[in-house]
């Protein structure tokens, strides 16, 4: 198997055949069954004119459908992204510590005793301002 890196000197058909012969039978299956069911048809490719030749029979065959050669053409970027928005550290500080609260939310927390404790905070449920109007 050829390195990444003898994988990034190469060209785009080049690393596309590499790839290819990396994939097993039923990957193959599995993506041409994909395929299928995105694009409602197996990729048809167009054929390829004789060699030499470029006469209105060549051009009368082309094929127009649509193959998806050039989204499959492009560069993967999930690795980019992966690097660029680090893991979130709280979802890492909850998984260890069960009462972990940011900073933002401490305060609030702080906040809503601190009313509490002078009687301004929220009403139980059911007994706030419109609850205790006279009714007609």
């Given at each position: 198997l050829p390195s990444a890196k003898e994988i990034k000197?190469?060209?785009?058909?080049q690393q596309y055949d590499v790839i290819r012969a990396l994939l097993?039978?039923?990957?193959?299956?599995r993506a041409l069954e994909l395929s299928r069911e995105i694009f409602g048809q197996a990729p048809i490719r167009s054929p390829t004119p004789i060699e030499g030749t470029a006469?209105?029979?060549n051009l009368s065959r082309k094929s127009f459908n649509r193959?998806?050669?050039?989204?499959?053409?492009k560069e993967?970027?999930?690795?980019?992204?992966?690097r660029y928005y680090p893991e979130d550290i709280v979802r890492s500080a909850r998984l260890v510590l069960n009462d972990y609260n940011t900073p933002k939310q401490q305060r609030r927390l702080d906040k809503l005793t601190e009313l509490r404790r002078k009687?301004?905070?929220?009403?139980?449920?059911?007994?706030g301002k419109r609850a205790s109007l006279k009714k007609r």
């Open positions: 000197r190469t060209n785009k058909k097993s039978p039923e990957t193959k299956a006469t209105v029979d193959t998806g050669n050039k989204v499959i053409g993967l970027v999930g690795h980019k992204l992966v009687g301004k905070g929220p009403p139980k449920k059911g007994a």
